[in-house]
């Protein structure tokens, strides 16, 4: 089965795409890690920056906790998204 990642914080397992590759339409699904409704809070790139920076500013607290790997590693899981932790937290 494929998985797809979320564009906010890089969560590798999602089901289906945060955004339809053909139509560009929104799943509107919510990621189990940031809790990024998709579509609403990622609908531009300043409003994904703005959650994204929020998420991490309040704990990056997951939505689903007991999905959380028990070595979840909040920097590595950025990368993936090309995004570094550092920059987002001295913003």
Same mark, same amino acid.
């Given at each position: 089965? %494929?998985? *797809?990642?979320?564009? +906010?914080?890089?969560?590798? @397992?999602? $089901?289906?795409?945060?955004?339809?590759?053909?139509?560009? &339409?929104?799943?509107? $699904? #919510?990621?189990?890690?940031?809790?990024? !409704?998709?579509? *609403?809070?990622? &609908?531009?790139? %300043? &409003?994904? !920056?703005?959650?994204?920076? !929020? /998420? #991490?500013? %309040?704990? &990056? #607290? /997951?939505? @689903?906790?007991?999905?959380?790997?028990? @070595? /979840?590693?909040?920097? @590595? %899981?950025?990368?993936? #998204?090309?995004? $570094?932790?550092?920059? +987002?937290?001295?913003?």
């Amino acid at each position: 089965m %494929q998985r *797809y990642i979320c564009p +906010v914080c890089g969560f590798s @397992e999602l $089901d289906q795409p945060p955004w339809d590759p053909h139509t560009g &339409a929104p799943g509107f $699904d #919510i990621c189990p890690c940031c809790g990024c !409704e998709f579509g *609403y809070d990622d &609908a531009t790139t %300043q &409003a994904k !920056e703005k959650y994204r920076k !929020e /998420w #991490i500013r %309040q704990g &990056a #607290i /997951w939505f @689903e906790p007991k999905l959380k790997p028990d @070595e /979840w590693d909040l920097s @590595e %899981q950025l990368r993936r #998204i090309g995004v $570094d932790l550092d920059s +987002v937290t001295k913003q």
